[in-house]
């Protein structure tokens, strides 16, 4: 056995022991550290890398490795074999995914503005706001010698009177508190409870001047990001709102690796742990207790995710998903309730699982559409959802039209050498003065943040302002020199957003070719996939009425560049809108709003999904779309102008 | 802290650590060694004899211990505190109470004997013996790319399709069951379902091939011993059976003091577990086990027994049963299901609880009502249920009356020195020689076991025996001397059974003064309470038609030496029936056919219950009956004869 100390830049260090042979990748993975590792360990992505302090590992070189790097130390943890005693410096760059939770600061407008808009629009939308919860107070005779009915029947007796129903039932969490709560309030109690037209089910139970607010649970499970709210759902008034890192991160960046790692002994369960136990267990609990509310009293939950992850949230076998003919357990589901998967609220709560319409096209996506409102609208729109993968959705009230492209995860920062989703410290905005090739960046986290990274937004900013710079050519091939500019032993070029003393990492924040060649790929799967879908319906983009833009790209996202890097196509500024997280305001809607909730099955229902792969015009608009802004220049004829 | 060693006759040994002044009942308790406590730990009963080894514990003399016994190390548990190591002797008088769990040999007919005579006697009463479980083979077309509905619609689709149906459950068992299953099995599957009119709750789901029988769980939970019973729930077949101490008994012997344990920090859940963990999964896992059947595959259960029984089962405050008004949290609930109790079958298990018509009439005597018939019939029918306590029912098709009385435990060996509940080792029989005063008797176990205590029925034959030999006078003192009569330092009487030698414990088996002086008052309390009920209707004793007793007491009471004592009414010996545990054969019945539970129901509802304490005669009767066989000898013509 081999002692391992995993050093962090915040001081901190975790120690365990190795056996021989093991990667270093793999004992972080059982020790709970979290190297970023998108590729799943197969030395494909360079992201993993870890700075050997002390000790020897027996480790290969790789192009994601130079000399240089080398020599410092500098190693990918998935293949550093443990033959000693080490110690291994994890950096900041990659513990930024580290499951780092946030709990919103409400106070500021900005966070809760979003789901006042939803409501409103939905409202707006002749939708009613209710739910089947709601609280009763109920009065009762107190027992006596000649009136000696049992606390149940006469609860329920008492419920069936008041409300006119047929049957009315208890789960055992209210028969278990149902003697002493009686006993405690004198028989006049407050019930928790939903009904239809005729029964009625309780969920919880209360002395009479106890204030019951009735606590519902949204969430939107990204692939890389998880995000919640904890509502009132009498009022839809927002009483907590975090955000945290998939923690299944670890197992993999893209659901095709989440997948495969499910499918390894003990994988269903160790992935929905992660994001159950590891992930939403402890953002309720630090949501709960930074407002004083009672886990227990949060009696519905909505998710909303794409296939594989709400899959995976359940712990069912998500491989007929990635295998043809790529078939879900279920679109939709009215199986789950909290205390199956563990989850730590009211064990009765039942989940609403936004619904899928196909392996590739999940609840994020028509729980966005929902809220996008393109469904109740005579124009034509495009909803774009860049998360992990990217997912559009074209149409209007007649009709919808879906698909999903393989644009990977760049837009969120994988797959870049410097990627990062937009937290503390990523580079968000960017302007590069044509000249001098200096930068100016804005940081997430404000004044006095130092960058470490770059998130989507930033990204797309140093692309286009490199391109428009003439720095690099329409392939991404950097054409000048510079004191910002690098070049490795075969010459491949980079650009330095922050030198290594600058930084708020252990090395240069940079942008390299092989970083934008990624991006270019990425962008231009988006592209072509609006292009491709809209040539099938015979619509060109002057149709166009709408863009919406959802996902964890960053509201600072630059509409303009993401059109000069031939991202989107090239209409006017004012027809895109950012539209944020989409995925949690529809699983806001869905869970405050019953007539929400079934609006939004309609439109699972109704939504054609269109296979891009099957499309034989898809890989040549494809390698069209592969270049800045695109090969066919006219079709962004303000580009073309701002060069010219 | 001390170290304690429990050493016990067996040769094997526990060990555990004792703080300053702790008692050693309470290090028993935490270190899960079972010393007989019936009365909670407060030196009335003397029933926690042990006998110290080596060491000294601070300990009083109580009239429980004799000078001599005090010598040789006898202490009671409960008044012994911890000042020092000490090793002690657990007897196995007390072990005899220890959880011993026994799965019956089902070769033997009869252990199912009596089961196959309830299912012929409910058919014959015209009650259909299904219920609404079933198997059921369906095929589904594999899904394709031209076909890509999810799993669960499709195996919907098909079920509602087959049978009719509007709507189709899956829990979330099945859901996860559910991709493997079906492609394993290439989409043709058994299901196993439950159906009502409109609906369909499907319960497990399996590969065409498989062989399913559906399980299900009868239970009786007596406040002392714990029966069960797997059953195939298509056929009635019984498939396991056995029996265990209830793991509640070291918290007290009658529901009483079980109530005023569970009311201490964490006695709910502590009580819960002892009968949850420790007594019926245990017994669940051997039964199991014994016959290759799968937990899982156990999709319903009942459970019969007493109020506080099934208050205590279900974790539910079972305080308000014991204090006026006497109300309990339910007679008859929907609420439980084995997951919400941590029962080890089948998650989405339904729990039905045979319905209790008040604190002091429960599910046992509900239950086991119905089996005796005596609802079906036009003549006039006593039932007795000889448990921890005594329960009555009396009446025929047109109306049904209960009452319960305080006989307390001396039926199944409670309260009295050497009893013992009807496990190997116990004297079951007995005659004794008017001339020489030497017993035969007959031991549990047969033939080579040593006699260890007496049960039920054996009391009831030597307080006969002794009687009718004029060894004893009515009021239940020694009238006679001899090598078997045995006086104490105040001259009061015992007499010996078997001597230390003969005997399997390590001391004489005997029956003393006190003892046949609270077996006097339990027989009075129970004669008296059959006078009660019966004068309060305006009937005698000759109006009785049949006499059904029920209960642990044993098949082998002497339903002849019950009436030489006075405890059963001076009625021909053809009018009585033993039969068996009816509370056990109950459950089986309200499991295996849903009619019948609903008769179940009917009969709870119907019931009325006669509260003794209310009525001025009982007192009068009680002290009237507490004499060999009562004060009024010509109540027992028959014994007066003979006496003569």
Known sequence: MYKVTFKFEDGSQVENYATEGETLLELAQK????????????ASCGKCKIKLLEGQMESKKTRHITDDEFDQGWRLACISELTNDVEVLVPDIASAF????????????????????????????????????????????????????????????????????????????VLLKMPDVLRESDFTVKCVIRTTPDDMFVY????????????????????TTVSALIINMETGEILAKASSGNGQIRYGADVINRIIESQKPGGQLRLQKAVIEET????????????????????????????????LFAGINADPLRMEPYIPAFFKTNSLFASDLG?????????????????????DITAGTFVSMIWNKPEFSLFIDLGTNGELVF???????????SAGPAFEGGDISCGMRATDGAIEACTIDKETMEPTCIIVGGEGEKPIGLCGSGIIDVISELYL????????????????????????????????????????????????????????????????????????????????????????????????????????????????????????????????ERKVYEIA????????????????????????????????????????
Chains 1, 2 share one sequence.
Request: glycine content about 8%.
């Open 31 to 42: 020790s709970n550290v979290v190297i970023d590792a998108p590729c799943s360990g197969n």
């Open 98 to 173: 580290k499951s780092r939770m946030k709990v919103a600061d409400l106070s500021s407008k900005d966070e809760i503005q979003i789901f006042q808009q939803t409501k409103e629009s939905i409202e707006f939308a002749g939708i009613d706001l209710h739910n089947s919860l709601d609280v009763v107070e109920v009065m009762m005779d107190p027992p006596s010698l000649d009136d000696t009915m049992p606390d149940n029947e006469r609860l329920a007796r008492a419920l069936r009177k008041y409300m006119n129903l047929k049957t009315v039932r208890f789960p055992y969490s």
């Open 204 to 223: 919880d139970i209360f002395p009479k001047d106890y204030d019951v607010v009735i606590g519902g649970l949204a969430i939107d499970i990204g692939t």
């Open 280 to 311: 939403i267990n402890p953002m309720v609990e630090q949501m709960c207790s930074s407002i004083g509310f009672s886990k227990k009293q949060i009696y519905r939950m909505c998710i909303a995710s794409n296939t594989t992850m709400n899959h």
């Open 343 to 363: 989850i730590d609220v009211n064990p009765d709560a039942h989940i609403i699982v936004a619904p899928n319409i196909g392996s590739y096209v999940g609840g």
């Open 395 to 405: 149409g209007n009230s007649d009709f919808l039209m879906s698909c999903a492209c």
């Open 469 to 596: 710079a003439g720095i690099i050519d329409p392939k991404g091939k950097f054409i000048r020199e510079g004191k910002r500019i690098k070049r490795d032993e075969y010459g491949t070029g980079s650009y330095v957003l922050a030198f290594e003393e600058e930084a708020g990492s252990v090395k240069d924040v940079e942008i390299t070719e092989v970083d934008i060649d990624n991006f270019i790929r990425a962008k231009g799967a988006i592209f072509s996939a609006i292009q491709t879908m809209l040539v099938s319906l015979d619509f060109d983009v002057s149709m166009i009425d709408n863009v919406y833009v959802a996902g964890g790209i960053g509201s600072g996202i630059n509409m303009q560049n993401a059109v000069n890097i031939g991202m989107f196509p090239d209409i006017p500024q004012e027809k895109f809108h950012y539209v944020g997280n989409s995925s949690l305001s529809g699983s806001y809607a869905m869970l405050l709003s019953t007539e929400s």
């Open 605 to 644: 229902q109704n939504m054609t999904y269109m296979e891009l792969s099957t499309v034989p015009s898809y890989m040549d608009e494809f390698i069209g779309a592969c270049f800045l802004p695109h090969t066919d220049i006219n079709l962004f004829p303000s580009v073309k102008a701002r060069m010219e």
